[in-house]
């Protein structure tokens, strides 16, 4: 059952986001959390929590229910942390731009392409919560609206919606070489001198090489999603006329909430939405190794000494000297992980399978150690 939307509030600026975030709430509900912290961002934003008494509620249902995910999943790190949720926010939506792309270019264009175009366009503009979109991702949201609209038009007029979709371009052959070309001759000349072979020249040696800096992001640098064929991407020139296009501009930034260092509740929000709240949860302290090592111990006694002597004297009777015990070794901690350790390990292990997907085996590398150090096995 559909949830009930005032009508206030019904503009493609905040209702696609809502829908979304009904839809992903039982299996993604990190994107539905997004989608709705994204909506509460507009209501607050233009001003539409103060229409009448039904958006007022709503949007109260609205941030109640962020709260409610946020504790619910306070060990996510893509609800709980800025940077892994803006990864993996980008992540799905170019795993549904993907899709969606996929369908079309085998020709199988269907009323539900269209609806995952327009999903894929919502996810990208979700973004928008860390700031302005790169160009990269206003090429690939401008390109699946004009899709979804497309698709949807050529259904209501009774076409085939594959018989609109673009074409890509393919890359311009080289012309080939004319051998009566007089720089291609001397190429090719037998009497051409050859190429200088590659040599390695020998370095100084200035010390010891730069180390390798410690890949942590879940994501490299740049793009975090893999890159499409541009020529796939460029819209192409038959666009609809305006009075078809269903789906509305993409909403402003101008009135966008400022994010804080950890996702909060937006800061925007009128005083009366807000609930006390109570401190939160203490995180279990680190294990204190101080009491494993054993009492009683002290520094063993500094060897002995002979006195100098002045004058020769006799060699002195070999004694044994003293050796001190050797103090036992600390007690290493116990490899035995928590339940909530395993639980990130579980975590990173699937970001590794996540990174692979898309090639990244550094990634992928740091994801695996940082999921073996949760188990304590380094």
């Known amino acids: 059952m559909a949830e009930f939307l005032p009508t206030a509030l019904k503009i493609p600026e905040i209702s696609r986001f809502v829908n979304r975030a009904n839809q992903l709430r039982s299996i993604k509900p990190a994107i539905a959390y997004w989608c709705e912290y994204h909506a509460v961002n507009q209501i607050v934003g233009k001003s539409l929590h103060s229409s009448d008494d039904d958006a007022f509620l709503y949007t109260k249902t609205l941030i109640e229910r962020l709260e409610t995910t946020k504790t619910e999943h306070a060990t996510e790190e893509a609800i709980v942390d ?9 992540q799905f939506a170019q795993q549904t731009f993907n899709r969606a792309e996929r369908t079309m270019h085998a020709g199988k264009v269907t009323r539900q392409t269209a609806d995952t175009f327009d999903a894929a366009a919502t996810f990208f503009d979700v973004l928008r919560e860390w700031g302005d979109p790169e160009p990269e991702v206003l090429q690939k949201i401008k390109f699946a609206k004009w899709n979804a609209a497309r698709i949807l038009k050529a259904i209501r007029e009774g076409k085939d ?5 673009p074409t890509p371009v393919k890359p311009r052959e ?10 291609v001759q001397e190429l090719t000349s037998p009497g051409a001198v050859p ?9 100084v040696d200035v010390g010891e090489p730069p180390k390798l800096v410690a890949q942590d992001d879940y994501f490299p640098a740049g793009s975090t999603v893999p890159q499409t064929d541009p020529t796939e991407n460029s819209p192409s020139p038959l666009t609809p006329p305006a009075q078809d296009m269903p789906f509305g501009n993409s909403p402003s930034t101008s009135s966008q909430v400022p994010l804080q260092p950890s996702p909060h509740i937006p800061t925007k929000v009128p005083r009366e939405f807000i609930s006390p709240v109570g401190p939160p949860p203490e995180d279990p302290s680190a294990p204190d190794f101080i009491d494993s090592v054993p009492l009683g111990f002290s520094d063993p006694d500094p060897p002995e000494v002979l006195p100098e002597s002045s004058f020769a004297s006799p060699a002195p009777t070999p004694t044994l000297a003293h050796v001190p015990a050797p103090s036992p070794t600390p007690a290493v901690g116990s490899t035995t992980a928590n339940f909530r350790d395993i639980n990130q390990a579980q975590k990173h292990a699937k970001w590794a399978i996540s990174a692979l997907n898309f090639e990244d085996v550094p990634t992928a ?10 188990l304590g096995s380094q």
């Open 195 to 203: 190429p200088k072979p590659v040599s390695v020249e020998d370095a």
């Open 82 to 90: 800025n940077d892994v949720a803006k990864a993996y926010v980008e």
């Open 161 to 165: 919606p594959n018989e609109s979709n």
């Open 174 to 183: 080289m012309p080939a070489l004319d051998l009566n070309d007089p720089e």
């Open 365 to 374: 590398i740091g994801e695996l150690r940082k999921a073996l150090a949760a």
